[in-house]
């Protein structure tokens, strides 16, 4: 089968990519109604600033006993271990 090839003298060439002529490109996209329409912003939640998670493993009683002062003050478990470290970093 003899086919010539007629897309063998076709080179790439590269696009120029400077901002002025991609500003100049998006500026006619948008008067032919074409719109950019990458998000804004991530969807959904602002992340918490506690995002590191531990799991440690302690004996049972221990366990109880961190849950027990937890409930007792009012607050998480995560932020009583924050207060014990904070009072640990500052009696060191």
């Given at each position: 089968?003899?086919?010539?090839n007629r897309l063998a003298g076709l080179t790439a060439r590269?696009?120029?990519t400077s901002p002025v002529?991609?500003?100049k490109v998006d500026d006619v996209g948008e008067a032919r109604g074409f719109v950019d329409r990458t998000p804004r912003k991530k969807p959904g939640r602002k992340p918490?600033?506690?995002t590191h998670q531990l799991h440690p493993k302690v004996?049972?009683?221990v366990g109880e006993a961190i849950?027990?002062?937890a409930e007792r003050l009012g607050i998480t478990q995560g932020q009583l271990i924050e207060q014990m470290w904070e009072h640990y970093e500052a009696t060191r």
């Open positions: 089968m003899s086919v010539s590269p696009k120029n002529e991609v500003r918490s600033p506690r004996f049972p009683e849950a027990a002062e």
